[in-house]
Structures are given as C-alpha cells and as structure tokens.
C-alpha cells in the first residue's frame, strides 16, 4: 500500500467499538483498512467475509476516530489475502 501512495497513521487501531486492523492515508482521505486472510476459497473469497456486521463495526470506528481526530474525509478498504496473492480493494463499502 506504501507504493501506492498510502501513508500509515495506525496499526490494530483499538476502540470502544472494536479494532481496526490498519488506519492510513492517501489524497486527504483517512482509510479504514480490514486485512482478510483465508487459504483457499472453499467458503468464498477474503472479502466475502465482510458483512454489514463488520461494516458497520467500522463506520463506528470511524466516527470514534473523527471524535478524537476531528472531521475527516474517510473511505474503507478491504486488503484480501490469498494463497501469497495481495488483492487491494478500495472503497470497497
């Protein structure tokens, strides 16, 4: 993500509401960062497992996050980890 132009703010960012797995930066914007890992795909792809129940942990975050930082512009992404692959989804909800 550093080669794409990300900066890194925070690691395993915890909260009230739960834990971010990475906060970073890129072009003004604050990203959440879910890191899904699975060694095959017999139960569906990495980001599959990101339900509304996970987004909505991490809009909490977020708001938690801008409480403390202040107003931010905020995206979440979504990086699948697959078999040594690295697949980057942004904006992904």
């Given at each position: 993500m550093k080669k794409s132009g990300y900066r890194l703010i925070k690691r395993n960012y915890?909260?009230?509401?739960?834990?971010?797995d990475i906060v970073m930066e890129?072009?003004?914007f604050t990203v959440f960062v879910e890191v899904k890992t699975r060694s095959s795909t017999a139960f569906g792809e990495p980001r599959e497992?990101?339900?509304?129940?996970k987004r909505q942990k991490y809009y909490d975050i977020a708001n938690y996050y801008m409480s403390i930082e202040g107003e931010k512009n905020i995206s979440f992404a979504v990086v699948e980890v697959l078999r040594g692959k690295i697949n980057l989804i942004e904006n992904a909800f």
């Amino acid at each position: 993500m550093k080669k794409s132009g990300y900066r890194l703010i925070k690691r395993n960012y915890k909260t009230p509401f739960g834990e971010a797995d990475i906060v970073m930066e890129k072009d003004g914007f604050t990203v959440f960062v879910e890191v899904k890992t699975r060694s095959s795909t017999a139960f569906g792809e990495p980001r599959e497992a990101v339900g509304l129940k996970k987004r909505q942990k991490y809009y909490d975050i977020a708001n938690y996050y801008m409480s403390i930082e202040g107003e931010k512009n905020i995206s979440f992404a979504v990086v699948e980890v697959l078999r040594g692959k690295i697949n980057l989804i942004e904006n992904a909800f």
